[in-house]
């Protein structure tokens, strides 16, 4: 993402107040087989604020200016572990997990804390494509 639309953000809004500079990163998951209806879905949010200026120079797109108050920092200030188990991607992958490892009756991979972009493992008999998470980076 371009610091054009990060300028262009905290310029619309240099005049909106601190409470009222709430913001949501928002992630839904649906898994579905080819031919097939859906199957099971997931939704993961992190709620936070818009920051008056960019911190950090972690993550990418907007984590510079998304303020976390519980940690008092943005999303770019985070380590990779503390992202992952917060983020909303995080948060809609660990709530889809154990409802994919229920729909393979137990076969699947069993839910972690800091899941991260997985990568493809193996293939069930039913046609879903399962998936493992990675090691957490640091």
């Keep these: 993402l371009g610091d054009v639309y990060k300028r ?3 310029y619309e809004m240099a005049t909106v107040s601190w409470e ?3 913001a949501q990163f928002h992630c839904a998951l649906a898994l579905a087989r080819p031919g097939h ?3 099971v879905t ?7 604020l818009i920051a008056m200026q960019p911190r950090g120079t972690g993550g990418f797109g907007y984590d510079p200016l998304f303020y976390l ?5 943005t999303m770019a200030e985070l380590t990779t ?4 188990r917060i983020s909303h991607r995080g948060r809609a992958t660990s709530a889809i997990a154990p409802q994919i490892a229920t729909l393979l ?6 839910p972690t804390a800091g899941f991260q972009v997985p990568r493809p493992v193996a293939q069930h008999p039913s046609g ?5 998470a990675s090691t957490p980076r640091q």
């Design 128 to 132: 879903i494509v399962v998936r493992r």
């Design 42 to 48: 997931a939704e993961g949010i992190c709620p936070g």
């Design 37 to 39: 209806t859906q199957l």
């Design 20 to 22: 009222h500079r709430t």
């Design 105 to 110: 009756g137990g076969d699947g991979f069993p």
């Design 8 to 10: 262009q953000l905290l």
């Design 69 to 73: 108050p519980k940690y008092a920092g």
């Design 81 to 84: 572990t503390q992202k992952d």
